[in-house]
């Protein structure tokens, strides 16, 4: 089993930035990427970006490209997310999540509130 613990959620003035960051424990040595996905009240659970724990390789939503930054500490099995440039549509709850190298990302996160004001 892998557990993974979010944090950094608040709330944030538009054009602001926020952390969120991503603790996994667990069995992390079977996860091969880790992601992160927002969902906002009425509407479906949508990818913002994803790391492999081994290359590295990194993938945005086109949405989030050149405001967002994921990163990963794998000494520290934790993956962060940097917000810049908020806007009031990135308001949204924040969830991580991993998956093997084959498979869904079949681990969840209980997510961080994230909050943009004008």
């Known amino acids: 089993q892998v557990q993974l613990v979010e944090s950094g959620g608040g709330l944030v003035e538009a054009g602001g930035s926020l952390r969120l960051s991503c603790a996994a424990s667990g069995r992390t040595f079977s996860t091969y990427a880790m992601g992160w996905f927002r969902q906002a009240p009425g509407k479906e659970r949508a990818f913002v970006a994803s790391i492999t724990w081994s290359g590295g390789t990194i993938v945005y939503a086109d949405s989030v490209r050149g405001r967002f930054t994921i990163s990963r500490d794998n000494a520290k099995n934790t993956v962060y997310l940097q917000m810049s440039s908020l806007q009031l549509d990135d308001t949204a709850v924040y969830y991580c999540?991993?998956?093997?190298?084959?498979?869904?990302?079949?681990?969840w996160g209980q997510g961080t509130q994230v909050t943009v004001s004008s």
């Open positions: 999540a991993a998956k093997g190298h084959a498979g869904p990302y079949d681990y």
